[in-house]
């Protein structure tokens, strides 16, 4: 079922530091590329979005990239904060949504 | 947003037995999905739940296995059947308002079956 290829599967990174996370995936007919962060026993949360017809978009802290032609897109996070530690999964849709296989990342204080 | 609602929040089953999973929206949406997320896994869609028809299944899930209701636009339930330990995962339930836009997630309900 999985359609969307992410990576790393884990990242450590020092308080401070720049998260990156990277996507990719297959089927040009997704319209709509979010971004969840999932803290243990907890669903996930939608953090930031993005449409195809947008290269890159801000939220505060976090920013997605997004490259059409190579169907890829990535998120993000600047100054990251030991609180920042969660599992992010991005995702893309059409009708329904399909989910990559999550990143645990870790921020170290 | 949306706010959603899960009961149970977690249970535990014995093999063989049945568990309704309950899924409350504060407001109409159009969308309604259920997934299943596998401890330390991504997330599975399980099927579409279709107001006043029957749901839309992904392959390898199947009705009599997880037949799920939807019988307005605010609520939603999904049947975990004849369970198997295999069976022990969160069940989420997710909805969007639109065909394109925001999906939201509930709190999830952990299962355990013994």
């Known amino acids: 079922q999985q359609q969307v290829k992410q990576s790393p599967q884990s990242l450590i990174v020092q308080k401070g530091g720049i998260s990156i996370i990277n996507c990719a995936y297959e089927n040009t007919a997704f319209d709509y590329f979010p971004w969840y962060q999932q803290f243990p026993g907890k669903g996930p949360a939608l953090l930031i979005a993005?449409?195809?017809?947008?290269s890159e978009k801000k939220e505060g802290r976090f920013t997605i990239s997004f490259n059409k032609s190579a169907k890829q897109f990535s998120l993000h996070i600047m100054d990251s904060q030991p609180g920042d530690s969660a599992t992010y999964f991005c995702?893309?849709?059409?009708?329904?949504?399909?989910f990559g296989a999550g990143t645990r990342l870790t921020v170290k204080p | 947003s949306a706010v959603i609602s899960q009961k149970p929040s977690r249970d535990i089953c014995q093999r063989g037995t049945s568990l309704t999973i309950q899924c409350q929206v504060d407001s109409q949406v159009t969308m309604m999905f259920w997934y299943r997320q596998q401890p330390g896994q991504s997330l599975t869609l399980i099927a579409t739940?279709?107001?006043?028809?029957?749901?839309?299944?992904e392959s390898g899930f199947v009705i009599d296995k997880f037949p799920i209701s939807r019988p307005n636009l605010t609520f939603s339930t999904l049947t975990v059947s004849n369970m198997s330990p295999e069976d022990s995962s969160i069940y989420l339930c997710?909805?969007?308002?639109?065909?394109?836009?925001?999906?939201?997630f509930g709190p999830g309900t952990r299962l355990t079956v013994l």
């Open positions: 995702a893309a849709s059409y009708n329904d949504m399909r």
């Open positions: 997710s909805v969007r308002r639109d065909r394109v836009g925001e999906q939201f």
């Open positions: 739940a279709n107001q006043g028809s029957e749901a839309t299944y």
């Open positions: 993005i449409r195809p017809d947008v």
